[in-house]
């Protein structure tokens, strides 16, 4: 339909028609009628369906099993962690009359020797005229060697001079001269000193 040559009112002519009309100004005087099947429609947003979302969850990895064969054994650890006694590298007991500073000096010379430090041995002094009482000894301490500088020890441990004996499976001991013996003895610290080599072998 041309409606060329008319001045039109756009209000007007849309009370005419049931659709919407436009005019295109300076371009044509053609009145174009749309209607609303040929408009563009809005596009459509799609609906989510909350069932089909997927949460993809984390996997959880099991805990590491301990086996058997592990670094570390279980009853060994309890053991050492429940143990109330202080490991030492060896346990010294000299008599009370060789606990005198320039004896005393002596001693830590000859275990300095062996590379055994003050604070990885334990000093005992044992009362003149006493025997040691190792296993009361060792009820605080833990250690692999006993070193006796001329104590006396009961018959049940059978300790011989210069001879290094087995005490208990964990324990050996040791007995030697006194330290007033050795050292204004120069065969007695010979004798020594060839056993400590043999008793702490240097690494």
Not at 15 to 20: A, Y
Not at 36 to 44: E, I, R, T, V
Request: no cysteine; charged share 30%.
């Amino acid at each position: 339909m041309s409606l060329n040559n008319y001045q039109l009112n756009p209000e007007a002519v849309q009370n005419l028609f049931n659709d919407f009309v436009y005019i295109i100004p300076e371009k044509s005087s053609d009145l174009i009628i749309k209607k609303h099947s040929d408009l563009p429609s809005a596009p459509s947003i799609p609906k989510i369906n909350p069932e089909h979302i997927e949460v993809k969850k984390e996997e959880t990895k099991p805990l590491k099993e301990i086996k058997k064969d592990d670094s570390f054994n279980l009853k060994e650890l309890k053991k050492e962690l429940t143990s109330s006694k202080i490991s030492k590298r060896a346990i010294i007991i000299i008599k009370e009359e060789d606990a005198i500073n320039e004896l005393k000096t002596f001693l830590f010379k000859i275990l300095q020797a062996v590379k055994l430090s003050e604070s990885e041995i334990h000093l005992h002094v044992l009362s003149d005229g006493s025997s040691v009482d190792l296993n009361a000894i060792l009820k605080d301490y833990s250690t692999q060697k006993v070193l006796s500088f001329g104590t006396q020890f009961s018959a049940e441990h059978k300790a011989e001079l210069n001879k290094e004996t087995v005490f208990s499976k964990d324990t050996k001991l040791f007995q030697t001269f006194s330290l007033k013996e050795l050292i204004t003895d120069t065969d007695k610290k010979k004798i020594l000193w060839g056993n400590l080599q043999v008793i702490f072998p240097s690494k």
